[in-house]
């Protein structure tokens, strides 16, 4: 029997007390590995080293070619024990070795793209706004949140690690990681991997045991600062909770009901064996899965003989054995789960085509047969809530705004497809669906480049992409200031009020003050000078007309001329004054003795590439 220990602050250890669990082969029943079993001290500790070695140590201070390079080592270790942690993933999970194989070749190609990603992240660039009332440089900053609690499933065990640890790396974070309780040991193989590699100690921690102690030490601790959890909506919204406490910032990736369209023009060989990969794949353990199948009223019949035909030929067996098709289900308790989900589909009036019980001639193993289930309607439980086994059920539409319709008409939104020789009408139809990712003509081929997350109760944030990677950043503002003196800092008026300014702050060579309509206004110096000289000429011109004239008859004795302020740099006249309010008198008074303070201070000089008049 293997046996593994916890992974805390760069070492392998044993939990409090000497604790240990089972790991149970779900296609033997027998337990095939021992692992230690974290407390909710032994917690702490993992905690508390991961907040050192982001506090204290190098890891989020290193350059983003240093995490780059430590993540491909990463990938280089994981494709060298890709075989060996396979093979111990599908006795620890019950997955497919098709399946496990795969997944560890996926697991070491997206760790390199995390490590490719980690230089090209963005971290520093300057950012455009508007320069009033201020003349300013401004950038936005993304850092390393800090330690990040990341809670996985048990469906895709060294997948979901390496998601969850992938962009925290990237961005550097520490991270405590707990996996499932039932499938730990792709996890714990993971770090035997990272200890080879030149990570700082305390950066990774890796613990199992359960939700209710290390969970929710996790989603509890003050020393935390983000929690990513992928698992049930039911667990999901627990995990909201606690987390509120301490205001975490929370990702979640949460159930699924997805939907599945074929419309009337779709190839059907396509469509046929695509819509049951998008539901049996890993016996329907995979919160994404395509699990309501809408087809037309009209090919309704066609395509159910279809599909029953071509799931009688998958094989159901050993998942060791590469003929195997269908593995086990993870455990006796989720066997009993997925076949009183078919029960109570019957119940409510829903047939079984194929399937619907555990397979003959297994006796041994947590298996059950890939079921259909037929007349069904979309308001059924088998239709609205998640099974997570090998059950799809057919329902009818009338036609594609009718189908639709009963694809939004769920409390999930994670995933979907529309099959169509149309690609054009596919792309319509996607984009009216209500969730997270769609795929026309195919199902659950996840881009590690493209995010993924779901709408509505499906979850919170993204994974992949940019957007998932920068869900482990925090975004700063910096502004740095270009005015560089006091008196043209107007704004701080709101607090020592108008004539601020002169109060032990003589204005300089250097600074710039101008107002205008009652507001301060920075002009550099050429603008200046070219409304200086149109001022001189317009004053000029104004002289001339008033030497030719014979009369100011046209203005009444009792309104006297005045300059209009918009226009004053033109010379201007306006006719009779206005009657103001008292507050905009206060203000033009204000704007006038302003005016009068420049007209009679020392002349104009340069100074810093601007043109200023200072006071003498």
């Known amino acids: 029997m293997q046996e593994y220990k916890l992974y805390i602050d760069g070492q392998f250890c044993d939990a409090e007390g000497g604790k240990t669990a089972d790991s149970i082969n779900p296609a033997t029943e027998q337990p095939w590995a021992r692992i230690a079993r974290a407390s909710r001290a032994d917690t702490q500790r993992a905690i508390a080293a991961a907040r050192k070695a982001f506090d204290e140590g190098p890891w989020p201070r290193m350059s983003q070619a240093d995490r780059a390079k430590i993540l491909n080592q990463m990938a280089a270790g994981l494709e060298a024990k890709s075989q060996e942690i396979a093979a111990i993933e599908t006795q620890d999970s019950g997955g497919t070795i098709r399946k496990t194989a795969g ?61 969850k640890l992938g962009p925290a790396l990237a961005t550097g974070n520490t991270v405590v990681l707990k996996p499932a309780t039932d499938t730990p040991c792709s996890a714990l193989e993971l770090a035997k991997i990272i200890d080879q590699t030149d990570l700082p100690k305390g950066v990774v921690n890796v613990i199992h045991g359960s939700g209710a102690e290390c969970g929710e030490e996790i989603c509890t601790s003050p020393m935390v600062d983000k929690v990513a959890f992928t698992g049930s909506t039911e667990v999901g919204r627990r995990i909201q909770q606690l987390a509120a406490s301490t205001i975490k910032k929370v990702t979640l990736e949460l159930g699924g009901k997805s939907a599945n369209i074929i419309l009337d023009d779709a190839d059907l060989d396509m469509a046929i064996d695509g819509s049951l990969f998008g539901c049996f794949f890993h016996q329907g353990q995979a919160c994404e899965s395509g699990t309501r199948l809408f087809v037309s009223e009209a090919k309704h019949d066609e395509i159910v003989a279809r599909l029953v035909a071509r799931t009688k030929t998958l094989t159901i067996g050993d998942p060791l054995d590469f003929n195997s098709a269908q593995g086990p289900l993870i455990s006796a308790r989720q066997r009993e789960t997925v076949l009183g989900y078919i029960k109570s589909g019957v119940d409510e009036g829903a047939k079984i085509a194929v399937g619907g019980k555990r397979p003959e001639g297994l006796a041994t ?13 979309n308001n059924m439980k088998v239709a609205q809530e998640e099974i997570f086994g090998p059950v799809l059920v057919v329902i009818k539409y009338k036609n594609i705004d009718d189908a639709i319709k009963m694809a939004n008409d769920s409390i999930y939104g994670l995933g979907g497809a529309v099959w169509s020789k149309d690609k054009e009408k596919a792309t319509v139809v996607a984009k009216q669906m209500r969730t997270g990712t769609v795929w026309i003509n195919d199902y659950h081929l996840l881009s590690v480049a493209a995010p993924f997350g779901g709408y509505k109760q499906s979850g919170i944030g993204r994974e992949f992409g940019m957007e998932g990677i920068l869900e482990y950043t925090e975004v700063k503002h910096i502004h740095v200031d270009q005015v560089d003196n006091r008196a043209a800092k107007f704004w701080y008026g709101a607090l020592f009020g108008a004539g601020s300014r002169r109060c032990g702050h003589a204005a300089s060579a250097d600074s710039i003050a101008f107002r205008s309509e009652g507001r301060h206004r920075v002009f550099p110096r050429a603008a200046l000078a070219k409304r200086r000289r149109a001022r001189e000429e317009s004053a000029c011109a104004s002289r001339r007309r008033h030497a030719r004239s014979t009369s100011s008859a046209r203005y ?43 007209s009679t201070s020392s002349p104009m000089r340069t100074c810093g590439g601007c043109t200023v008049r200072a006071r003498s």
């Open 103 to 163: 997944d560890m070749m996926f697991g070491a190609a997206q760790l390199k793209y995390f490590a490719e990603m980690a230089e090209k992240l963005p971290l520093m660039e300057e950012i455009h706004v508007p320069q009033f009332p201020a003349q300013s440089k401004n950038y936005l900053q993304r850092e390393a949140i800090g330690v990040c609690g990341q809670i996985i499933p048990w469906n895709f065990p060294l997948m979901m690690a390496v998601w």
């Open 365 to 377: 193993g947590y298996y059950v047969e890939p079921t259909i289930l037929t007349n069904v309607r």
């Open 556 to 598: 009444a004795p009792d309104a006297p001329m005045t300059r209009s302020r918009s226009s004053s740099a033109r010379g201007a006249v306006r006719g009779p004054r206005r009657i103001s309010s008292p507050t905009t008198r206060v203000r033009r008074s204000t704007s006038r003795s302003v005016r009068s303070e420049a």
